[in-house]
Nanobody
């Protein structure tokens, strides 16, 4: 399983970025996919995730209304559209996938088995 993130970069506050996570060599149609982030000195936290069965989504409170996650199974790609970015969104963003049965646990990193290398997002004026 190989997950490759892209789309990170430097953006001004209020700006937008779209992250992509592409999967190669793995059929993940029924697996949950999540975006997590880790800022320097902080623990990894769930940002937005989507279940593999019924499309249930999870959004952390701090991104609700600003970030949108969607998956394209045909392209084996998941996207995270991030709008109205804030300096506190600065972090390394990781894509992950796993067999998450309980939708209540979508936002928990320990539920995910495979991880990408991460992409840096920096929000600064």
């Amino acid at each position: 399983v190989q997950l490759v993130e892209s789309g990170g970069g430097l953006v001004q506050p209020g700006g937008s970025l779209r992250l992509s996570c592409q999967n190669s060599g793995f059929t993940w149609d029924y697996y949950a996919i999540g975006w997590f982030r880790q800022a320097p000195g902080k623990e990894r936290e769930g940002v937005s995730c989507i279940s593999g069965d019924d499309g249930t989504t999870y959004y952390a409170d701090f991104v609700k209304g600003r970030f949108t996650l969607y998956r394209d199974n045909a392209k084996k790609t998941v996207y995270l559209q991030m709008d109205n970015l804030k300096p506190e969104d600065t972090a390394v963003y990781y894509c992950a996938t796993g067999w998450v049965i309980d939708s209540q646990k979508l936002g928990l990193s320990e539920e995910y088995d495979f991880w990408g290398q991460g992409t840096q997002v920096t929000v600064s004026a």
